[in-house]
């Protein structure tokens, strides 16, 4: 193993054994030791103004990220700057059972999952025996990825004279939850580059790669990313005691034809140069009755994971309202049906139901509230909302429901209605085509990465990053009917959930994800291999530093 290898395995395991599980006031001690380890650098040292703490605005856990910018001294002219980042929390450790003490010990629980070894996947099993792999929670997600760029970084300030070009790192918080590092890093990255004149060339992040299907062996580099929306269902039925049960409209019925349509649907994937994302994929759906009783709900509500690799806020959006448009007609019908044939069965007129399908959007309802009531409707909604605002128990999807379901109930129009909404958070995708010159560099650097370096595994590029990730947060779509469409029907938009959308769009770098080599990320076997973590993958992120520098 090369002293590269073997220095960034030992910042690895060091970070790893820093717990700093998100949304817990531990990663406030991970990023601490990140800082800590630039702080000791000669350079920042001296320059202590290129190493500085970003807080996470209003954080109930005083959680923060760390920026580094390292700059060459071979080339004060030389303005290219390389953005790198790496988030340092990890999931939860609850799944680690009674090994949970040893689940940052990746040294520790290695050595005691071979004394259960019989008890582990067969494939997680043969990883362990053939001594490849490394085990522990973070180690492979991503701290590994962390120590890869402060490894290079170290090593370039070690001979800063010869380096021409700068670096600048991000060390983010909170990537695992609602990447609120990221997003409070992204404004400081825009103000380094306009006050230091810095010509930013690119962004790299180190987070995991793994296969991507059963027996895969290729190893991937992941120029862009894909995106994610969260379309959401707001479902107003009609109450009704369950003894008169074909006298209502049950919004369970309605929100459960909805996942039926949308569900894995893969009519829905997002499809590019061959590459498609994974169908939308249900995250929540529930009836909203408070209480239990024979009266039957009567509103529900559902949100679904939407990848995307094209497909823009206003397309998911109408999308999405022609299926509950469809869910909602598909329902009547069958409603219908068996009503009719219960009516034969009793010996009853049958009577068709009078329920008229009805669609519409966030921004449709809220205009239509103030058509009927005036501006006074919406200071009403906006007393309860700053109510939510500053409560600490309603996060920024409960908060975006209760604006709508507020909203509704304001309506004089109390008719069954499909209301449909973006729950946050919103990543862009990224998709690197090469018709900038950035782009063009980018992937030309990544190419000649790949080209000249040689290992045993055969490397594969992709368009997309197929995982949700803060490579998302280096640009965002300027159309302004894109962005409107966005803006306008996510509730708590720029007051709960808050985009630095301006910075984003300035930023506008392409991405690329170079990480190390795993498997099992949030499961219990989440485990990392050594040679092409330690040797091939730093590698190629240093060989694409430099094309991008030149």
């Known amino acids: 193993m090369s002293s590269r290898a073997q220095r960034i395995e030992e910042i690895a395991v060091d970070l790893t054994r820093q717990r700093s599980v998100t949304e817990t006031i531990e990663e406030q001690l991970v990023t601490e030791k990140v800082h800590l380890f630039f702080q000791q650098m000669d350079y920042f040292k001296d320059n202590p103004e290129d190493l500085f703490f970003v807080p996470v605005p209003h954080d109930k856990w005083g959680r923060k990220s760390v920026i580094a910018l390292l700059r060459g001294k071979k080339d004060p002219e030389n303005n290219k700057t390389v953005v790198l980042i790496g988030h340092t929390d990890t999931v939860g450790i609850s799944d680690y059972g009674d090994l949970k003490n040893f689940a940052h010990m990746p040294y520790e629980l290695t050595e005691l999952l071979h004394e259960r070894k019989d008890l582990l996947p067969k494939d997680a099993r043969e990883d362990l025996e053939s001594g490849d792999y490394l085990f522990g929670r973070g180690l492979f997600d991503m701290k590994t990825g962390d120590a890869i760029i402060m490894t290079l970084m170290e090593e370039i300030e070690s001979n800063l004279d010869d380096f021409s070009g700068n670096i ?35 962004l790299i992040n180190t987070d995991y790669m793994t296969s991507e299907y059963p027996g895969d062996k290729n190893k991937y580099v992941y120029i862009g990313t894909v995106g994610k929306l969260m379309p959401s269902f707001y479902v107003v039925g009609k109450e009704t005691h369950v003894g008169e049960a074909f006298k209502g409209l049950d919004p369970n019925q309605l929100v459960a034809e909805l996942t039926r349509r949308i569900n894995l649907n893969t009519d829905l994937s997002d499809t590019v140069e061959g590459e498609s994302t994974l169908p939308p994929m249900s995250l929540k759906q529930q009836d909203l009755k408070p209480e239990y009783s024979v009266q039957t709900a009567k509103a529900a509500h559902a949100f679904y994971n939407f990848a995307t690799h094209s497909q823009t806020p206003d397309v998911v959006l109408q999308k999405m309202k022609e299926v509950a448009e469809e869910a909602f007609k598909s329902v009547i019908n069958d409603l219908n049906t068996q009503y009719e044939r219960y009516c034969d069965l009793t010996g009853r007129a049958f009577e068709p139901y009078s329920y008229i399908p009805k669609v519409m959007t966030y921004n449709e309802l809220k205009k239509q509230v103030v058509a009927d009531q005036g501006q006074e409707a919406m200071e009403t909604l906006d007393r309860e909302k700053e109510k939510w605002l500053i409560d600490d128990t309603v996060d920024e999807r409960e908060y975006a429901l209760k604006e709508v379901e507020l909203l509704q109930t304001m309506w004089k129009n109390q008719e069954p209605v499909i209301v449909v909404y973006f729950t946050p958070p919103y990543y862009p995708h990224i998709y690197v085509k090469g018709d900038t010159d950035k782009e063009k560099n980018l992937l030309d650097a990544v190419a000649e990465a790949v080209n000249t370096t040689e290992s045993d595994y055969t490397l594969v590029y992709k368009k997309f990053f197929p995982y949700i990730s803060d490579l998302s947060y280096a640009s965002a779509p300027e159309n302004k009917g894109e962005i409107d469409a966005l803006k306008e029907n996510m509730p708590g938009f720029g007051t709960k959930y808050k985009l630095p959308l301006d910075a984003m769009q300035s930023l506008g770098l392409p991405v690329v994800d170079i990480g190390p080599f795993g498997k099992d990320s949030h499961k219990f076997t989440e485990r990392l291999e050594k040679t092409y973590s330690f040797e091939v993958a730093p590698t190629l992120v240093s060989k694409t530093i430099a094309a991008l520098l030149r």
Not at 169 to 178: H, K, Q
Not at 196 to 202: C, D, K, Y
């Open 168 to 202: 600048l790192f991000a060390a983010v918080c909170d990537e695992e939850a609602n990447s609120a590092g990221m997003r409070s890093c992204v404004p400081e990255i825009v103000r380094l580059r306009d006050e230091n004149n810095l010509n930013l060339t690119g």
